[in-house]
């Protein structure tokens, strides 16, 4: 079965304070692995796709990188606006093609 | 439109009444989602189209769920005599190829 695990389940940063948040994996083959931003109360907001280990994707503030275990976000000088629950997805090769298994997510927080 | 509409954004019912959502995808996506979200940020899939057909129903309980996505209508799930079980955030995401998925605001569904 999928497993998509996500650590720390909550990290309370400073604004500037740079960090990252992992999301590892035990799957029968990967197809994608996506990055999704959840504020209160809204639904996840697409952020990055990463198909193959060694693949980086940039925007803003926030780095996500995939090896063939587990996936970062890294956040640089994190500011209070990027506070919200990020949540890890993965497509696999197994059940549907298309469906995506959800990680539990982190929530962070960013304090001015 | 540029992004996923949901209506209702609440629903309130009555425990065996039935409850009917709607989901408007993105104009030009062949392929939408239906994902319960429960405890916090559990998310469970429960069924897919590819245009108006189903693409992967394994995660519908199919006693009491049902789901449709008509030609130029608004796709719906609906659910006849809820449970208190029920009661959850349903998102629906649409895909113009079955990979990168975007969401909607949800609609929460509440089971009293």
């Known amino acids: 079965e999928d497993q998509v695990t996500q650590s720390p389940e909550a990290l309370r940063l400073q604004e500037g304070e740079s960090s990252s948040l992992n999301c590892s994996y035990t799957?029968?083959?990967?197809?994608?692995l996506f990055w999704y931003r959840q504020d209160p109360g809204k639904g996840p907001e697409f952020l990055f796709t990463?198909?193959?280990a060694g693949e980086e994707k940039e925007k803003e503030r926030l780095k996500a990188t995939l090896t063939k275990k587990e996936s970062f976000l890294h956040i640089t000088a994190p500011k209070p606006e990027d506070s919200a629950t990020y949540l890890c997805?993965?497509?696999?090769?197994?059940?549907?093609?298309?469906?995506?298994?959800f990680g539990s997510g982190t929530q962070l927080t960013v304090l001015p | 439109g540029e992004e996923v509409a949901q209506t209702p954004k609440h629903l309130v019912r009555g425990e065996g009444q039935k409850a009917k959502l709607y989901c408007a995808p993105i104009?030009?996506?062949?392929?939408v989602f239906w994902y319960q979200q429960v405890l916090k940020n559990e998310f469970k899939f429960l069924i897919s189209?590819?245009?108006?057909?189903?693409?992967?129903e394994t995660g519908m309980p199919k006693e009491r769920f049902s789901a449709k996505c008509l030609p130029n209508s608004p796709c719906s799930l609906e659910i006849q005599a809820t449970k208190l079980e029920d009661s959850a955030v349903y998102f629906c995401?649409?895909?113009?190829?079955?990979?990168?998925?975007?969401f909607g605001p949800g609609t929460r569904l509440t089971v009293l």
């Open positions: 995401a649409s895909s113009p190829n079955g990979d990168t998925q975007y």
């Open positions: 799957v029968s083959g990967l197809r994608g």
């Open positions: 990463l198909y193959s």
């Open positions: 997805a993965v497509r696999t090769l197994s059940g549907s093609a298309r469906q995506l298994t």
């Open positions: 104009k030009g996506h062949s392929y």
């Open positions: 189209f590819q245009n108006e057909n189903v693409f992967d």
